[in-house]
C-alpha cells in the first residue's frame, strides 16, 4: 500500500523499467496496434470483394426477370438449381409449389433469368423444357431460344401517342410499333409488333383499318432497367414494374434418367422369355444346320465321280475342233458324207442343166403348136371340113408325144413314179442299219 492505493504487478514493473525502455514499449504498442488495425482493413476488403465476385458471379447485382412454368412433378428440382440457356447458367430456380387440385398440371415452378440472356427469350420457340440432369435423378430446366414474334421484355421506352401526331415525328422511320393491329372477331393480327420501321403509309394503313391510338417505342433509347413486358392477350407491351407478375413459358418435360431406366428394365423383364424362346430357336436351326452340312458333305463326296464324268463330257463338248460332231458322226462316216454329198451336188447340177434344156425345148414346142393352132383356127374358119384335118393333126401330136417319150435324151423327164424305190439313206449306206 503506497499513499492509501494498491501499486499492481504491472505497475511496479513498469516503473522499475529505465525511461529508455519505457519509449520504446509504447513504440511497440503503437505499431501492434497499426498492425491489427491494418489487418482489420483487409480482411474487411477480402470480405467485401468477396460479397461482390459473389453477387456478380450469382447475378444478385444484375437486372432478372421472373419466368414460371408448370410441371408434372417436382422429382430431381430444387430451389436454387440452375437455370441453362444454350449451355450458360442465366439463372435459377425460385419457387416450387404445388397447383390447385384439378389443374391440368401438378407443379408450379418459377425461376428467373439475368440480364442480358432474357433478351434470347422470344414469344414464339422460347419453351421452359425440364431435362434430366444426371443417373441420380436430378433434373434441371433449360430454357431455348426464340425464333420467331417479338422479346417478352424490352428496355425500350414506350409512348402513347395518336397516329396525326406520329406522323410529325421528325424521325419517323427510327419508330417502332409497340403493338399488334388485330381485326375482325378472331383478332387476326393484320400489322405484326416490331415488324418494320414506322412509315407514313404504314401509318395510312393502320388508320384506314379504325385505329387512332398506338404504342411506339424507339430502340436507340436504351435503359438499364426493363421497360416494357409483352401481353399475350393484349397483344401489346405493358409498363414493367416491381408488381409485374412473371411470365408464361410453355413446358416440354422429359422424365428422370431413372424413370427412363426403370422403364426400359421393365421392358427388357417383359421381353426376356421371348429372347430365351427365340436363343433356344436358334440353338436348334444351329445344331439343324450342322447336320445339313454333314449330309452335303456325304453328298458332295458321292457327287464327285459324276462330276469328273461330267468334267471329261464339258472338256469333249469345248474342243474347238468339233468334239461333239466327231462324238456323233465317226470320222469314216463324216468322209464318205462328204464324198455322197459332193456327188450328189453334181448330179444336181447336171440335172438343173438337162431341166434347162428341155424346158427350152418345150418352151420352143409350144411357140410352135401356138402357130399351129393359129394356124388350124385359120383353116377353121375358112373351111368346115378343117375339124377332121384337126383331128387327125391332134393324133399326129400324141404320137409324137409318145415318141419323145420313148427319146433318150427326154426319157427322164417323162418317168413314171416308182413305187419300190429305194430311200436315199439306204442307196448312202448301203451296209449301215437305220
Not at 234 to 239: A, D, I, T, V
Amino acid at each position: 500500500m503506497v499513499h492509501g492505493r494498491h501499486i499492481g504487478t504491472q505497475d511496479v514493473a513498469i516503473q522499475d523499467l529505465t525511461p529508455q525502455l519505457r519509449t520504446r514499449l509504447s513504440r511497440v504498442e503503437r505499431i501492434a496496434g497499426w498492425f491489427v488495425g491494418l489487418a482489420t482493413l483487409l480482411m474487411v476488403a477480402g470480405f467485401a470483394f468477396y460479397v461482390y465476385h459473389t453477387a456478380e458471379r450469382k447475378g444478385w447485382l444484375v437486372t432478372k426477370v421472373r419466368y414460371y412454368t408448370l410441371a408434372e412433378t417436382a422429382s430431381g428440382l430444387g430451389v436454387g438449381d440452375p437455370v441453362k440457356l444454350m449451355g450458360f447458367d442465366v439463372g435459377e430456380i425460385t419457387r416450387i409449389d404445388a397447383q390447385p387440385p384439378g389443374d391440368l398440371f401438378n407443379v408450379y415452378v418459377e425461376f428467373t433469368v439475368r440480364k442480358p440472356y432474357y433478351g434470347y427469350l422470344w414469344t414464339e420457340g422460347s419453351n421452359a423444357r425440364v431435362t434430366a440432369g444426371d443417373f441420380l435423378g436430378n433434373r434441371y430446366i433449360e430454357v431455348t431460344k426464340g425464333v420467331r414474334g417479338v422479346p417478352t421484355h424490352i428496355e425500350w421506352e414506350l409512348q402513347e401517342c395518336r397516329i396525326d401526331e406520329a406522323r410529325r415525328f421528325p424521325d419517323l422511320n427510327q419508330k417502332w410499333l409497340a403493338q399488334e393491329i388485330r381485326q375482325g372477331t378472331l383478332n387476326t393480327v393484320v400489322v405484326p409488333a416490331l415488324g418494320e420501321p414506322l412509315s407514313r403509309e404504314l401509318l395510312d394503313r393502320i388508320q384506314a383499318l379504325g385505329v387512332e391510338d398506338i404504342l411506339i417505342t424507339d430502340r436507340r433509347s436504351g435503359k438499364k432497367t426493363i421497360s416494357g413486358a409483352w401481353n399475350d392477350l393484349k397483344g401489346r407491351y405493358e409498363p414493367f414494374t416491381k408488381d409485374s407478375g412473371p411470365y408464361w413459358l410453355a413446358p416440354l418435360e422429359y422424365p428422370a434418367l431413372t424413370q427412363r431406366l426403370e422403364s426400359l428394365v421393365d421392358q427388357a423383364a417383359k421381353a426376356l422369355p421371348g429372347i430365351l424362346m427365340l436363343t433356344h430357336q436358334i440353338s436348334e436351326v444351329l445344331s439343324n444346320s450342322s447336320r445339313l452340312m454333314v449330309n452335303a458333305d456325304r453328298m458332295v463326296t458321292g457327287i464327285e465321280p459324276t462330276v469328273s464324268h461330267l468334267t471329261q463330257i464339258t472338256g469333249m463338248l469345248t474342243n474347238r475342233e468339233g468334239a461333239l460332231g466327231e462324238w456323233l458322226i465317226p470320222t469314216n462316216l463324216n468322209q464318205r458324207l462328204d464324198q455322197t454329198l459332193g456327188s450328189a451336188d453334181s448330179a444336181i447340177s447336171s440335172t438343173e442343166t438337162n431341166l434347162t434344156m428341155v424346158a427350152e425345148g418345150l418352151t420352143a414346142t409350144l411357140q410352135n403348136l401356138a402357130t399351129l393352132t393359129s394356124n388350124l383356127n385359120a383353116q377353121v374358119e375358112a373351111n368346115d371340113r378343117i375339124l377332121s384335118q384337126v383331128s387327125e393333126a391332134v393324133v399326129s401330136a400324141d404320137t409324137l408325144m409318145q415318141g419323145l417319150k420313148r427319146h433318150w435324151l427326154l426319157r427322164s423327164a417323162f418317168k413314171k413314179p416308182e413305187t419300190n424305190r429305194v430311200p436315199f439313206f439306204r442307196r448312202v449306206f448301203p451296209h449301215r442299219k437305220k
